[in-house]
């Protein structure tokens, strides 16, 4: 309580500092329905209520009031019904209490409290609907915030950007739980059959741990389809499987991870080639994280040192900066090394380039750099993920203009001795520290020996 | 193909006896979004798009004119951007094939195609907006269709009631998968220490056979909450875990099996003795499901068995069937026998009653029926659930209105004796066949011996 009430002081001084003295109204948002309404998806809060109410409840309201530096709590207590079908639920007292507001209300009466308020609209739709019927107006559809909603996005990404240490311990639980799930899933691979073996296995380890998962597991032998959500491909002994699977602790708060490991429990020679091209790669990206440091370097200099790496094997022609700067990296490592993460996998993301893009930035039309999602100086209590990859994503590979654009940077015959792999993926979350930075996730080990042990077990 | 083409033709046929020659639009839906965009739920389409498209593909549409018999496919490609996230997608004329559909065009055009039409909304309020732009009309909101789209409602139930061979093909194999997720339920309860634990292990043998939850899983020792979705209690040794848990496969056919066992391995005697009187209104309501019996009657032949089972144990008092008329025995089952069940787990209840209920039946707004889900003369091919139940609410037992209206017929003593009963449930799921029923759940036992024999291995 103590933490939201922090974090909401910190939310006004940021207001503040921008010079606007609005209210904000924050919306929890509700499990959609899939077929009907009593058959729901499960309920996941909006982050920005979670991050400011501590605690995620369907159909709640938190209005914010900066001058008054009070908030209260729009909600109200399910029908007498409703103990019968989902249990008994606090009281809205209780709710307020655990919210630290300073009022309760029912949730009918919100609009009484936000003239002139500002928000930040639901992904959905008909949510957003229901928000604009409250503030009385419209609210942007552009990706990012405008008007006094954008206002509010800047001083929510000045709270958000750096973590507190109650989010860095959730932080820690969700990454603790997915190592163990990463374990599990590379100790399985020998006795599955399909992804979606693997993948349950995975799975079954976060929800044990009555955690969620953070995004849409990716577990696949086609890891150049970069977020593949189908897992019907069966494992075999030649493939690479690329898992790509974080949880969420109960308050929502993400774990991002990827490992690569092959089925049949041994790299072969050019797979591990490969793989430690890529590895270099993430451990000179890794090792530039530090406060002052500019993430959209870090993404340059890994893109770099795979581009050197995949010269010393042959595939590429020249010098390793000039291949980058032309982009030839990209037709392999076509995304970007990675992104913010807190309570949103990608975090904030919901605010566009807000969030990801610092003062002044925007983002790149290069083929190389425009899927990057973070370009900002690093500061102490942030948390990044670095992912460098390498794929063989034939939409791109066998495109002709790009064939020809590249053509005397790749050696194409070359590229072929590597068939054996189709996508590779590396992926850690690190906390920049006052000194430097700790990975987070470095209980997990990513080398190829240390792999196949794992895989022995 | 050959299958929706059926059902399109015998939706036709409806419409034509009802008198409509309107055309129809069925949208497919779209994943929505959690946090930020591209976070999303996992897709399921809606179900009537389903049932006569035969595939689940997003943001379509499918356009049925019966005066021309013939089916159009509203669909767009995704963009070149998608082959890198998401992998090569079928081309559109590739899934007009698919569904079988005698044209295919881009999404846009769709309000060219269907003036006059009629259409089922999505329960998701901002895809009916979108359906009302297209439409140039407002839907309804309240529970059931009216007007044109009503008599739609009407014609979709005529022809979903009755399952074809491939659906009853298809909810035979979810209910195999959910027949090992529940054995695996069973024998994994001696090694867990948390509901999580035998629920993830439950949701692991669905998700390894790249089936889906047909419905939230419901694993608990808090039995009495009927639709209990949080997993976070431990085990003890006295309770009785109740696991409401079914599979729907790829095509989004769905299975309902509920089973209660004991953590210990052991039902101790007053657990035992309640499980055999729900297990016996469970058997006597199987044997009750064949053509022409009245699934009302089925409900209260059920009530009656648990109440006559209940004044044996001696807690109701009284003549069982004046018990049921004055709903006493409502006060431990208080939710409806059952349910259709098909490609949704309650099949088709996104049209309200139209689809539960026959001809000239409104539903009771007495306590012992009002959340009765089914109320029909049952046909050859349709699929119910037969699900008794007893349960300890403390909202409903702690009413004070309800104990004094019910306490001559109670003997709250007596009660207090089976205090190791918080819910117990038995559901299986039975196909109405010409001459009678087939179990189609019959291969995962119910009795106590069985149940303790599953736990021992």
Redesign the interface.
Same mark, same amino acid.
């Given at each position: 309580m103590d933490v939201v009430r922090s974090r909401r002081r910190r939310l006004f001084q940021a207001l503040q500092k921008l010079g606007a003295d609005f209210p904000v109204a924050l919306w929890s948002g509700r499990a959609?329905?899939?077929?009907?309404?009593? +058959?729901?998806?499960?309920f996941?809060a909006?982050?920005h209520f979670l991050y400011f109410a501590g605690l995620g409840i369907e159909n709640a309201v938190i209005v914010m009031d900066a001058g008054s530096d009070r908030t209260t709590l729009f909600w109200d207590e399910p029908g007498?019904d409703d103990? /019968?079908?989902?249990?008994?639920e606090p009281s809205r007292d209780q709710v307020a209490a655990a919210v630290g507001a300073d009022d309760a209300r029912a949730l009918g009466d919100v609009y009484k409290f936000i003239d002139g308020g500002a928000s930040i609209y639901l992904?959905? !739709?008909? &949510?957003?609907? &229901?928000q604009e019927a409250v503030l009385g107006r419209s609210l942007s559809t552009s990706p990012e915030p405008e008007g006094i909603d954008g206002v509010l996005a800047q001083a929510i990404v000045e709270v958000r950007l750096r973590h507190d240490e109650f989010a860095i311990a959730e932080i820690k639980k969700a990454i603790a739980v997915s190592i163990q799930t990463h374990k599990l899933g590379i100790q399985s691979t020998k006795n599955s059959q399909?992804e979606?073996?693997v #993948?349950?296995?995975m799975?079954?380890?976060?929800?044990?741990?009555?955690c969620g998962t953070a995004? +849409?597991s990716i577990v696949t032998i086609?890891g150049e389809? /970069?977020?593949? +959500? #189908?897992?019907?491909n069966p494992l075999g002994r030649d493939d690479l499987l690329l898992a790509d699977v974080g949880a969420e602790t109960a308050l929502g708060w993400a774990s991002d991870i990827t490992r690569t490991w092959p089925v049949s429990g041994k790299f072969s020679p050019t797979q591990k080639a490969l793989y430690d091209v890529v590895l270099d790669a993430h451990d000179q990206g890794i090792a530039a994280v530090k406060p002052g440091a500019d993430y959209r370097e870090i993404h340059l200099l890994v893109s770099c040192v795979l581009a050197g790496g995949l010269v010393d094997l042959g595939i590429l022609k020249g010098n390793p900066e000039s291949l980058v700067d032309s982009d030839a990296h990209a037709l392999f490592f !076509?995304h970007g090394v990675g992104h913010l993460m807190g309570?949103?996998?990608?975090d904030m993301?919901?605010l566009g380039d807000v969030s990801g893009y610092g003062p002044g930035r925007v983002r790149s039309d290069r083929f190389g750099l425009g899927f990057l999602r973070l370009s900002r100086i690093l500061e102490p209590n942030m948390v990044v993920t670095i992912e460098p990859g390498f794929y063989q994503?034939?939409?791109?590979l066998n495109n002709s203009e790009w064939r020809d654009r590249y053509s005397e940077m790749v050696n194409w015959d070359r590229l072929a001795d590597f068939s054996d792999v189709r996508g590779i993926r590396i992926e850690d979350d690190v906390l920049v520290t006052e000194t430097g930075n700790e990975v987070l996730t470095a209980d997990l080990p990513a080398d190829t020996d240390s792999i196949e042990g794992l895989m022995l077990r």
């Open positions: 959609p329905a899939k077929n009907f309404p009593a +058959n729901r998806h499960y996941r909006n982050s007498p103990a /019968l079908w989902h249990g008994p992904p959905d !739709p008909g &949510a957003r609907l &229901a399909l979606s073996h #993948c349950a296995k799975e079954e380890v976060i929800y044990g741990n009555q995004y +849409n086609a389809v /970069l977020h593949n +959500n #189908c897992y019907h !076509p309570l949103d996998v990608h993301e919901d994503v034939p939409a791109i």
